[in-house]
């Protein structure tokens, strides 16, 4: 049992990014422990690691969770700034070399696949990954039917209590969304509306083609060496024991662990579960990841091609 987190406040910033992005983030910089950096998955937001980042806090690690360019309060990329995959490996690059140590990167789905990118060509980046519910290669059926999900209502809801009950019809399995956890995924347009916290534009310059990027995606993986652990869902729609297999043989020195009633929303689905699951493998890992250097940092002003 994960022990209970505190209530403390996450202090929110905001930070430079690459290519002139801003990015919103969240903070607990207590800990002497870390740090920890969290990525999110693909239409989430920073919000989603709020009970694990408390809870690991808790135990005395510094975390620092952001929206990815385009999700939530961060930057969206201009009407002349096509979304690109590097785009998010290179803010990844900047933000994990602006920290005191290289961090453990606790990053979900999209943000899991461009840390692979950031660390293959920045090795060293992070001193440890955990990778949720994301593998190189993955059931392309499943990300259809989240994409086809995410772009079923173009013009929004007309009330949080709407979003609501299409949430739950495509979660059955999960509880259902409070309004004040809504208005972490939906902004007002100012017509009424309440529309999704993302750029549409994203779908089709990101998300759409993603399948052609599998093999630089393995060939990254495969570049790693850094400590690795897979968290995985036993009822994922995205990674199955095939792309599993897979990228254990890409990356030989990693750990697996399956929660067998989770979904591709892992951490979501049974946080407890997953937040244990993250804090063992953190006790495990060498000791120099217990204490956080006194050290400034060596700040990131560029990125590797």
């Not at 998300?207 to 599998?214: F, G, L, M």
Request: with cysteine; net charge negative.
């Amino acid at each position: 049992m994960v022990t209970p987190p505190s209530l403390a406040p996450l202090s929110s910033l905001r930070l430079d990014a690459a290519h002139g992005a801003v990015l919103a983030a969240t903070a607990d910089t207590a800990g002497r422990r870390g740090p920890i950096l969290f990525a999110h998955g693909f239409g989430q937001t920073r919000h989603a690691w709020n009970a694990s980042a408390r809870a690991l806090a808790a135990h005395g690690f510094q975390t620092l969770a952001y929206d990815a360019r385009g999700h939530g309060d961060s930057d969206w990329n201009p009407a002349d700034l096509p979304y690109h995959g590097d785009q998010f490996a290179d803010d990844l690059i900047v933000l994990a070399g602006e920290q005191s140590r290289p961090p453990v990167l606790v990053a979900a789905s999209m943000g899991g696949l461009f840390g692979l990118l950031a660390e293959s060509r920045w090795p060293g980046l992070f001193s440890a990954m955990v990778l949720v519910d994301i593998t190189p290669r993955w059931d392309t059926a499943g990300v259809e039917r989240i994409l086809s999900f995410m772009t079923a209502h173009p013009q929004g809801f007309a009330s949080l209590a709407e979003a609501a009950d299409v949430i739950a019809a495509y979660l059955p399995h999960r509880p259902r969304k409070s309004e004040d956890s809504l208005r972490a995924l939906l902004r007002e347009d100012g017509h009424s509306r309440w529309r999704w916290h993302w750029d549409p534009r994203l779908v089709a310059e990101l998300a759409r083609d993603s399948e052609q990027h599998q093999d630089a995606l393995a060939d990254a993986a495969r570049k790693v060496k850094c400590p690795l652990l897979l968290v995985s869902g036993g009822r994922s729609e995205l990674v199955n024991a095939g792309t599993i297999a897979d990228f254990l043989a890409l990356a030989p020195h990693a750990s697996h662990v399956q929660l067998p009633q989770a979904t591709h929303m892992l951490a979501g689905d049974d946080n407890d579960a997953f937040t244990a699951t993250v804090l063992n493998y953190l006790d495990v890992l060498p000791p120099a990841l217990a204490a956080t250097s006194s050290a400034e940092p060596e700040h990131v002003t560029g990125v590797r091609s």
